[in-house]
């Protein structure tokens, strides 16, 4: 039995809400306890570090001190949430003079036994594909996805320790377990925008526009992420005319599983993905 | 004697030095190798390129970057963070521009500036952010609501925008982390 905190971060109360229930669905499946962190609060996501630098770690910190005082590791399925909190562990661990200064801010003693993952991170390394492989019910055959990682589950690499930064291959490897096809393409790691997608939405779709048309070019159904943030900038600010959702992994987990709970998740998607599922159906899975 | 079409620009290499300590970025060691550009997503729509920003920094060209659209431009994607060979954390730097920017007031009508403000804002009071109310108090101060109104209303239909979240219970917590990062001499 692993047993982790859970901080789900804002944006799974809201626009990522099928992510949360997709996250907590597939981690019930495959064992995992997770424990939500008593009264967390918001990271400050990438505004807090565009405002000012400690604050963008002393609010994360607060999270690291109630995750240490259930002595757990903490899991974050939001990349952004992720690189926050991974962020301050990682100032709290290796820069001195940082760490006075947040503990001095969040008013508490880092003592260095909680690790910051993410939800991708924990389900590769600490059940790894292969236990994911056995408990497909549905192999999701013929379904062709484009792995997208964006920017903060893999940059930068000295502070996330995950995966390779320009060609990272573990999400392609968990929907490869699940009986999927990853396709090659060229926008893995490249930036949705989603920082834009209010305040210059026409840089939001510019972008948004640029990844849909490299996963075609890939040959891709749909494309795959790991983060609500990118997940909502692809499908609503994706230039007029464009069809191709983007699932959260945990969502394609569940289907794989033969999980109750995907038509619910699948409902709240602003784009259709029923189109790109017609796959499945047609292969019997 | 005066070269025609040359103009006078006000260098200031007391800045380059408060650029440098307050990012903790080796920001002289560029050499204009222009790797970050070429990876930059944003350049098409930024005035100036990642190192053109770097070098005005160099010549302490202060006004002209803390009024750039470039700096409010940068995702904080840290593409060219990881490419720099010279170990220069530009999208620290850039962070670090627009608190300068922010401070003295330049590009006071960025919209990235102002949401990104408001945003900080939402969690000071809440200690977590309700999407629902920071959205619609952004569009509603610059005028975009009617915009993007079809939008919102199909998130409030997928049930994608609760005007209601909990937010923090123990909210004196959270302002403490407020009240003493700026008297850390923050924010």
Redesign the interface.
Known sequence: MVRLAYYPG??L???G?EYDTSARAVCQALGIELVELE????C????????????AL??PA?NLALAQKLGLDVVAPCSACYNRLRQAEHALRYDRETRA?IE????FNFLGGVTVLSLLEALVKRIRPGTIADRVVHPLQGLRVACYYG??LV???EVTRFDR??NPVHLDELVAALGAEPVAWRGK???C????A???PE?AT??VGRLLALAREGGADALVTACPLCQTSLE?RRPAGETMPTFYFTELMGLAFGLPGTRAWF??H?VDVRPALRVLAQTGS | MAVRGAVALPLDLAWREEVRKASGQPVELCYQCAKCAAGCIVLEHADFTPHQVLRMVALGLRDRVLASRAIWLCSGCLTCTVRCPNGIDIARVMDTLKEMAAANGANGKNPARLFHSMFVDNIRGRGRVNEAVLLGRYELTTGRIWKELGQGLTLLRKGKMPVFTPGVRHRDEVRRIFARVRELGGH
């Open positions: 804002c944006s109360e809201a626009t809400k009264d967390w609060n918001c400050g996501a990438t505004s807090a570090h565009s405002v000012n630098n400690l604050l002393a609010l607060r200064a001095e801010a969040a008013g920017c903060l940059r930068p690499p930064p320009e790691t490249d930036c925008g989603a920082s834009h209010i305040t210059s840089v510019a972008l609503m409902a709240k602003l």
